[in-house]
């Protein structure tokens, strides 16, 4: 997985990740609510490019 996202991917991870774990020690529930909303958004991205690949026959790419 991290040859697939590369330096730049790794990067952004770890930022969020650092994000989120000062919003938790400030308010651990909001912290939550913020990463459930982040998993929303990452498998609403996930699909949208699944749905775009397939549909330029390159569907098993992902």
């Keep these: 997985m991290l040859r697939k996202l590369g330096a730049v991917g790794v990067l952004g991870v770890a930022v969020v990740l650092a994000g989120l ?3 938790a020690v400030a308010d651990p529930v909001v912290a939550a609510g913020m990463a ?3 998993l929303g958004f990452g498998l ?3 699909a949208l490019v699944s ?4 549909s330029f026959g390159m569907g098993g790419i992902m």
């Design 36 to 38: 459930l909303v982040l």
């Design 51 to 54: 749905n775009l690949l397939s």
């Design 21 to 23: 774990a000062l919003i």
């Design 44 to 46: 609403t991205v996930k």
